[in-house]
């Protein structure tokens, strides 16, 4: 946490703010309250989406801290969101509402902090492998944007890696899939990982297969895509869905080997719990495994779908919980 003096018993302000939507609730006690959403799109800027929240739900209560995970990189706690053009700033919050304390951390880092908090009923299992207790637990995960981040929990102190992982270059392992890369990088010149594998790059992927087939698809977006998929009411909807199930499986699968991810796999954002049941199916996990001499220790690493929405604020929790316990104000 950033400068002044915070407790577990204070009241907390949590927020998972994303490019299209931020979320706020209050924490006190060590209890999560009601989660409120807000639209990016509604408010200027991140001062006046908290004051609307507190003056709805803590107008005349003190909030002594804030946990804010963001949609972006974070440098000296302020962030730009990705896609959007907030400007975040810890300690400009901290002054203006007088909080003791605020902490800003990435989006898939919050995420990250709550994967050991996570039961069963949470997740939605892709596969009967078993995790490794101890052993780093990797997110990812297409929303608006794409994101990642690993915890690593094998001693006292653990910490989460944060990645720009979605800025990366997407790979190809088909001829199919080079092609559709192809035609993207004649839009885009370089194809990254969430020019595919967010919401506007499902669209992304349809318009390209429409045209490497030369055929005639009807404009659609992300949400019209998936629901022609699953209803068969479209073939090049379908088989962008399947060719985004596909890539998932490869980016996956180097996220695992990258950060030896034998705690587990979890696949976050706000698109995938759509269709859960549709990437099992697919060649999601074929994909994950396929990677040559290192089949056999992939195939061992279980998947695992976060079907709880409020994950992040599981999260937000877990970290000011810990940054609590470990007696310091600084990032565990």
């Keep these: ?12 302000l949590l927020a998972d703010i994303g490019g299209t939507n931020a979320r706020f609730a209050l924490m006190g006690d060590g209890e999560i309250g009601a989660i409120e959403h807000l639209k990016v799109a509604d408010f200027p800027d991140m001062t006046a989406a908290i004051s609307a929240f507190l003056q709805d739900r803590a107008p005349r209560s003190t909030v002594d801290a804030a946990v804010l995970g963001v949609a972006g990189p974070v440098e000296s706690n302020r962030s730009t969101i990705t896609n959007s053009p ?15 304390a605020v902490r800003l951390l990435n989006d898939f880092e919050a995420v990250a902090w709550s994967l050991p908090w996570l039961q069963p009923r949470d997740l939605y299992a892709l596969g009967a492998q078993r995790d490794v207790a101890g052993a780093p637990m990797l997110v990812l995960g297409p929303g608006t944007g794409f994101g990642a981040a690993c915890l690593f929990c094998s001693d006292a102190k653990p910490f989460a890696a944060v990645t720009e992982a979605g800025h990366a270059t997407m790979p190809a392992t088909s001829d199919r899939e080079a092609q559709v890369i192809a035609h993207l990088q004649l839009r885009f010149g ?3 990982i969430e020019r ?16 490497v087939d030369g055929v005639a698809a009807a404009e659609r977006d992300a949400a019209a895509i998936t629901a022609a998929a699953l209803d068969g009411s479209c073939g090049v909807s379908n088989a962008a869905l ?7 499986g490869a980016v996956a699968g180097n996220l695992a080997l990258t950060f030896s991810a034998r705690g587990g796999v979890f696949i976050a954002g706000g698109i995938v719990p759509r269709f859960a049941d549709r990437l099992s199916r697919s060649s999601f996990r074929k994909q ?7 089949e056999s220790y992939l195939r061992t690493i279980p998947t695992r779908i976060i079907v709880r929405p409020d994950a992040s604020f ?11 316990a470990s007696g310091s104000q600084e990032h565990p």
């Design 288 to 294: 994950f495994e396929s990677k040559g001499r290192f």
């Design 314 to 324: 599981i999260g937000l929790k877990a970290f000011f919980d810990h940054a609590m």
């Design 242 to 248: 399947e060719m985004f199930c596909s890539f998932l």
């Design 86 to 100: 907030w400007l975040i700033d810890g300690a400009s919050l901290q002054k203006t509402f007088g909080f003791g």
């Design 190 to 192: 370089h194809v990254s």
């Design 196 to 211: 595919i594998l967010s919401g506007d790059g499902l669209e992304n992927l349809y318009q390209a297969l429409a045209a």
């Design 1 to 12: 946490m950033s400068s002044g003096r915070t407790s577990k018993t204070d009241r907390v």
